[in-house]
C-alpha cells in the first residue's frame, strides 16, 4: 500500500493566518491527490481533488499543490470555521490510502 | 443532490456480522458512478474497505477482502455492506461514499456516517 505521511500532525493558528500542511506519499502518485475537513462529529468533506482542483462550493482561500510525492494544501487566511482535521487521500493506486490527518487548532 | 444516509444495528457481538446499508438519493445507482465504504474508529485516521459499481462488480482492500462482502440493491437504490467475524478493531464509524472516476478519481459525497461498536 501507498504509505502518506503528513506534517505537522497538529498546529496551532490564529484566525487571519496563512496555513500550510504537507502530505508525502511513499511513492509517486501523480497528482491523484484530495484533500479533506472534517469537524468532529462529521464526515469528511472533499476541498481539493487532482492536487490542485477546488471542488466547487469551497472558498478560494484553499488551495492545493504538487505533484508525485510531495503536496501541499494551504489554506491563505484561516477562518474560525477552517479549525478541523485534514486528510489527504491518494487515489492513484488500489487501495486509496488516507494520511493521518493534521488538526488545526485555535492558538 | 445526491445524498447518502447509512444504517444498521450499532452494536455487533465479536465474531459476529456486520450488516450497513447506505440509501442513495438524488441520483440512481443505476446510472453511474462507483460507491464506496469507509471507516475510521473513534479518534483515529480513515480506512478504505471497498468500492462496487453498478454491475456488481467489486474491489476489496486486501486487508479486510476475506471478511467483505458488498452488493448493490437497484430496486432500492442502496448498497450494503457485510463484514464477518467482527472483533473489537472493527468499532468504528462507517461512511458510504459516492467515488467518481472520470474524468479524475474522487470521493465527491459522503454519508454522514453510523458508529458500528463490537462488544458482547
Known amino acids: 500500500d501507498i504509505q502518506l505521511t503528513q506534517s505537522p500532525s497538529f498546529l496551532s493558528a490564529s484566525v487571519g493566518d496563512r496555513v500550510t500542511i504537507t502530505c508525502r506519499a511513499s511513492?509517486?502518485?501523480?497528482?491523484?491527490l484530495a484533500w479533506y475537513q472534517q469537524k468532529p462529529g462529521k464526515a469528511p468533506k472533499l476541498l481539493i481533488y487532482a492536487a490542485s482542483t477546488l471542488q466547487s462550493g469551497v472558498p478560494s482561500r484553499f488551495s492545493g499543490s504538487g505533484s508525485g510525492t510531495d503536496f501541499t494544501l494551504t489554506i491563505s487566511s484561516l477562518q474560525p470555521e477552517d479549525f478541523a482535521t485534514y486528510y489527504c487521500q491518494q487515489l492513484n493506486t488500489y487501495p486509496p490510502t488516507f494520511g493521518p490527518g493534521t488538526t488545526v487548532d485555535i492558538k | 443532490q445526491v445524498q447518502l444516509q447509512e444504517s444498521g444495528p450499532g452494536l455487533v457481538k465479536p465474531s459476529g456480522t456486520l450488516s450497513l446499508t447506505c440509501a442513495v438519493s438524488?441520483?440512481?445507482?443505476?446510472?453511474?458512478?462507483?460507491w464506496s465504504w469507509v471507516r475510521q474508529p473513534p479518534g483515529k485516521g480513515l480506512e478504505w474497505i471497498g468500492e462496487i459499481y453498478r454491475s456488481g462488480s467489486t474491489t476489496y482492500n486486501p486487508s479486510l477482502q476475506s471478511r467483505v462482502t458488498m452488493s448493490v440493491d437497484k430496486s432500492k437504490n442502496q448498497l450494503s455492506l457485510s463484514l464477518s467475524y467482527v472483533t473489537a478493531a472493527d468499532t468504528a464509524v462507517y461512511y458510504c461514499a459516492r467515488e467518481k472516476k472520470i474524468p479524475v478519481p474522487v470521493f465527491d459525497a459522503w454519508g454522514q456516517g453510523t458508529l458500528v461498536t463490537v462488544s458482547s
Open positions: 511513492q509517486g502518485i501523480s497528482s491523484f
Open positions: 438524488g441520483v440512481s445507482i443505476s446510472n453511474s458512478h462507483w
